[in-house]
């Protein structure tokens, strides 16, 4: 049983940059093909897919976030980690990693509980 938890901070303030990780256990990251996402659902609104790192290492982002997201790994660690940069209230949402056999939300079968994070001064 593939099991993710997602950590980091719960209040950023704006400008700031926002960092996450997920750490998986059940499972390697680097397992044959699987894509490891992040996925936020801002209040009120609907799931985002923010962007993924396949088992390869090699990353994909969402146009309308590129430019500010990065996805990395530790594989160490079996970790994978966001970091959204010069983050503003409306990046206020519940932030979930998930594994799936492609890059959207539909292909996911397992997703972390899910934390909210809050931008905030």
């Known amino acids: 049983q593939v099991q993710l938890q997602e950590s980091g901070p719960g209040l950023v303030k704006p400008s700031q940059t926002l960092s996450l990780t997920c750490t998986v256990s059940g499972g390697s990251i680097t397992t044959n093909y699987y894509y490891w996402s992040w996925i936020r659902q801002p209040p009120g609104k609907g799931l985002e897919w923010m962007g993924a790192?396949?088992?390869?290492?090699?990353?994909d982002y969402s146009p309308s976030l590129k430019s500010r997201t990065s996805i990395s790994r530790d594989t160490s660690k079996n970790q994978f980690t966001l970091q959204l940069s010069s983050v503003t209230p409306e990046d206020t949402a519940v932030y979930y990693c998930a594994r799936g056999r492609q890059k959207r939300i539909s292909d996911t079968d397992y997703w972390g509980q899910g934390t909210q994070v809050t931008v905030s001064s």
């Open positions: 790192i396949a088992y390869s290492g090699s990353t």
